[in-house]
């Protein structure tokens, strides 16, 4: 089995930072795909940046020259860095990843439980 936690949400002025973590532990042999999505109250959960295995990385359009995807394939770590942001930022972040954990075995996709991230003043 396969655990992904998160850390870093909170409370945050509009403007401001923060910086998600999502940590992989379990048994691993590779992992793919890594991702954070939100969900905001009512609305559909959404993509918000990915990171391929090799280091391919897709933000969303209405974060994109805010947010920063980035990932260590040895810590088998994640990280949001999140910047100028709005209220429309606010949500619960999840963090996603598709993961092989034997050489015979496909990979198998493992959601986290999710951090809460408010905007507000």
């Known amino acids: 089995q396969v655990q992904l936690v998160e850390s870093g949400g909170g409370l945050v002025q509009p403007g401001g930072s923060l910086r998600l973590s999502c940590a992989a532990s379990?048994?691993?042999?590779?992992?793919?795909?890594m991702g954070w999505y939100r969900q905001a109250p009512g609305k559909e959960r959404e993509l918000v940046a990915s990171v391929t295995g090799g280091g391919t990385t897709t933000v969303v359009d209405t974060a994109k020259g805010r947010f920063i995807i980035s990932r260590d394939n040895v810590q088998n770590t994640v990280d949001l860095q999140m910047n100028s942001l709005k209220p429309e930022d606010t949500a619960v972040y999840y963090c996603n990843a598709d993961v092989v954990s034997t050489r015979l075995t496909g990979a198998v996709n493992y959601w986290g439980k999710g951090t809460l991230v408010t905007v507000s003043s």
């Open positions: 379990g048994n691993i042999f590779r992992i793919n795909f």
